[in-house]
């Protein structure tokens, strides 16, 4: 079955500069890569997700890139607030979504003020 | 919408005893997944369901575990009897098909057993 594995475990770094978390995965028949913002107390939430036709998309401050001939994937936040703050997950799966997500173990971000 | 809604939010109990947890998907999501969050095991799938049928359940971990989704606006996961390593926060999340917009999780119940 598909495994994620998602670098680094925790990550500090001063607002405004920029933080990458990358992951990589096994399967290369995966077509869906989501990544998950959680904050203290709260469930996963979805903040960008890319599939394999695209190599990358952008939202704001937020960008994931896709290699899929290495199996990699990475988040790229900029311009970091104090807000940036939480645990960030990334996940893959077949078929876009309605199977289900395999999810790295998390990255704590802390963005220091 | 109100989300998916998970209750109870925090839940002691003592070894031995029977757990239910609960969640409401959102209208319209046809797929429900139940997963459990540890510190050393992070996020894994127990189970999931289709239109209220139960597709895969090769995550959970032992037949103490059991869920069921009677309708499509509830379901339950149940653990009889309670360990205290079945400590952990447990997530509902729910999709549309195709997973369009991706998974929407349940703020989680956060299961002690003592």
């Known amino acids: 079955g598909e495994n994620v594995e998602q670098h680094p475990s925790t990550l500090s770094v001063q607002e405004g500069d920029s933080a990458v978390i990358k992951c990589t995965y096994s399967d290369s028949a995966s077509n869906y890569f989501p990544w998950y913002k959680q904050e203290l107390g709260k469930g996963p939430q979805l903040i960008i997700d890319i599939r394999s036709n695209v190599g990358e998309k952008k939202d704001q401050r937020i960008a994931v890139t896709l290699n899929k001939t290495a199996k990699h994937f990475s988040l790229h936040i900029t311009e970091t607030q104090p807000e940036d703050s939480a645990v960030y997950f990334c996940?893959?799966?077949?078929?876009?979504?309605?199977?289900?997500?395999?999810f790295g173990k998390g990255t704590r971000l802390s963005v220091i003020a | 919408d109100a989300g998916v809604i998970q209750s109870p939010r925090h839940e002691v109990t003592e070894m031995g005893q029977e757990v239910t947890l609960r969640c409401k998907p959102i209208?319209?999501?046809?797929?429900l997944f139940w997963y459990r969050q540890t510190m050393m095991r992070g996020l894994e799938l127990l189970i999931y369901f289709n239109n209220n049928v139960p597709i895969d359940d090769s995550g959970m971990p032992e037949d103490r575990f059991s869920a069921k989704m009677p309708n499509a606006s509830f379901s339950t996961l149940k653990i009889q009897p309670s360990e205290p390593r079945d400590s952990a926060v447990y997530f509902c999340?729910?999709?549309?098909?195709?997973?369009?917009?991706?998974?929407?999780f349940g703020s989680g119940t956060r299961l002690t057993v003592v």
């Open positions: 996940a893959a799966s077949l078929n876009s979504g309605n199977t289900p997500l395999v």
């Open positions: 999340a729910s999709s549309l098909p195709a997973g369009v917009g991706g998974y929407t």
């Open positions: 209208s319209g999501h046809d797929y």
